[in-house]
């Protein structure tokens, strides 16, 4: 079992940058695929992006692409999401999510086992 933490959210105006954590207990997170959703007020939760266990593979949907960057760090037992060029649209609650094996769905939230308290970020325009 994997326990989940997310941290870095807040307020930031629009065009400009946050980076999210997720930091995870455990010694095997190295073996965990990790994805970062969100979920902003009357809407369904969205995939933002999701990292292989090993780093070797990312994926993320066209609307956070070449904006937004996912990445590990498996000695620390951390994940990161790097939000550039924000926009009011990704105002959101961001939740990071664990699952191992073989990540079939990496945008599918139903594919993940764990899943943190989510952090807020807010983009003003």
């Known amino acids: 079992q994997v326990q989940l933490v997310e941290s870095g959210g807040g307020l930031v105006q629009a065009g400009g940058s946050l980076r999210l954590s997720c930091a995870a207990s455990?010694?095997?997170?190295?073996?965990?695929?990790m994805g970062w959703f969100r979920q902003a007020p009357g809407k369904e939760r969205e995939f933002v992006a999701a990292i292989s266990w090993s780093g070797g593979s990312t994926y993320s949907p066209n609307s956070v692409k070449g904006r937004f960057t996912i990445s590990r760090d498996n000695a620390k037992s951390t994940v990161y999401l790097q939000m550039n060029s924000l926009k009011p649209e990704d105002t959101a609650v961001y939740y990071c999510?664990?699952?191992?094996?073989?990540?079939?769905?990496?945008?599918?939230?139903?594919?993940?086992?764990?899943w943190g308290q989510g952090t807020q970020v807010t983009v003003s325009s």
């Open positions: 999510a664990a699952v191992r094996g073989y990540l079939s769905t990496p945008f599918a939230a139903p594919e993940y086992d764990y």
């Open positions: 455990g010694r095997t997170f190295s073996s965990y695929n």
